[in-house]
Antibody, heavy 118, light 108 residues
Framework: QLQLQESGPGLVKPSETLSLTCTVS??????????WGWIRQPPGKGLEWIGS???????FYNPSLMSRVTISVDTSKNQFSLKLSSVTAADTAVYYC??????????WGQGTLVTVSS | EIVLTQSPGTLSLSPGERATLSCRASQSVSSSYLAWYQQKPGQAPRLLIY???SRATGIPDRFSGSGSGTDFTLTISRLEPEDFAVYYC?????????FGQGTKVEIK
């Protein structure tokens, strides 16, 4: 059974960079069939797609966040990562990592809350 | 980007009743690339429907999806206690992928 697990700091200061890692177990990240992505959800609000990556390193980002987002992949560790720079309180959210299978998000991590506060 | 508007915001129903949730897109969703997710408090969303009408693996047949173009519907034929949750639609045919704001199905 595929599992995804987010990890990283739960508290980030304003103007700093948010960094999260998603570890994939029960399956290989090195498959041309899947994209691996990040989605976030501010407390009590809806879902926002951040971006995605395939094992070769090709990425797709939401234009609204593109200037601040970097998603990378480490196939040797079966992990992919998110960096979001110059964060503000508006970036406070639960961040989910997920797998896209033929464009559909079929597996999600449990999510991790990141709070932006000094 | 395609804006998805879900209605109603909240649906108050009793177990056993039928639930009809709407998702309207600001422009046509290509190839009916429309999905529905269920989310319960403190949990990640769970895929219910993809391609507008195909049920995901393990999803009971009381869940059904329909629609095309700009108008889509999720129907729960008879609500079970575990179905009370928030439901989101998502279009994945155009970049960026976008989600609706959600419909909460609550116990009346």
């Amino acid at each position: 059974q595929l599992q995804l697990q987010e990890s990283g700091p739960g508290l980030v200061k304003p103007s700093e960079t948010l960094s999260l890692t998603c570890t994939v177990s029960g399956g290989s990240i090195s498959s041309s069939s899947y994209y691996w992505g990040w989605i976030r959800q501010p407390p009590g609000k809806g879902l926002e797609w951040i971006g995605s990556i395939i094992y070769s390193g090709s990425t797709f980002y939401n234009p609204s966040l593109m200037s601040r987002v970097t998603i990378s992949v480490d196939t040797s560790k079966n992990q992919f990562s998110l960096k979001l720079s110059s964060v503000t309180a508006a970036d406070t959210a639960v961040y989910y990592c997920a797998r896209k299978n033929t464009m559909i998000v079929d597996y999600w991590g449990q999510g991790t809350l990141v709070t932006v506060s000094s | 980007e395609i804006v998805l508007t879900q209605s109603p915001g909240t649906l108050s129903l009793s177990p056993g009743e039928r639930a009809t949730l709407s998702c309207r897109a600001s422009q046509s969703v290509s190839s009916s690339y429309l999905a529905w997710y269920q989310q319960k408090p403190g949990q990640a969303p769970r895929l219910l429907i993809y391609g507008a009408s195909s049920r995901a693996t393990g999803i009971p047949d009381r869940f059904s999806g329909s629609g095309s173009g700009t108008d889509f519907t999720l129907t729960i034929s008879r609500l079970e206690p575990e179905d009370f949750a928030v439901y989101y639609c998502q279009q994945y045919g155009s970049s960026p992928e976008t989600f609706g704001q959600g419909t909460k199905v609550e116990i009346k």
